[in-house]
């Protein structure tokens, strides 16, 4: 006999409270390997944390494949399982990927809030923020994520 559940699983709306939920938490905080036979924390205490944020949520809802510590990672796991890049100048859905130029030799990665509000990893906080999207101007959104489960 089949059951039929009680309720319905809001998956959309659980997905967006986790990435607004994350501000100030220190769970992405480290990631650990062994690197040439040494303990090595890859993200740095949270100074390079934003791919491994970005990634570890994504994974959470099975959107990527698995957790990465750097964008251009993220961005290759994106595009392999249904993301599709979408022009800056097009309504970016609420919680499509934002990636933004590079500055220090790095580039960033978060989240779309809508409202021109984002969540993305704080180098100087080392922990998640919301943010401005162009954190008020002074970087550039380079691209743009969008799949098919946020519509």
Known sequence: MNKKSPFK?????????????????????????LVKGSKCDLVQNGKKSCAFFVS????????????HTTVLGVEKDLKQNGWQEIPISSKIP???ILVWEKQ????HIGFYLGKEE?????????????????????RKIIRAYQHHFLQ
């Open 9 to 33: 699983l809001l998956v959309k709306e659980t997905y967006f409270t986790m990435i607004r939920n994350s501000c100030g938490a220190d769970l992405w905080r480290h990631n650990y390997a």
């Open 56 to 67: 570890s949520i994504l994974k959470m809802f099975d959107l990527i494949s698995g957790l």
């Open 94 to 96: 609420k919680g499509s």
């Open 104 to 107: 220090r030799g790095h580039y």
């Open 118 to 138: 984002a969540v993305s990893n704080s180098q100087m906080k080392k922990c998640p923020l919301l943010h401005d999207w162009t954190f008020h101007k002074k």
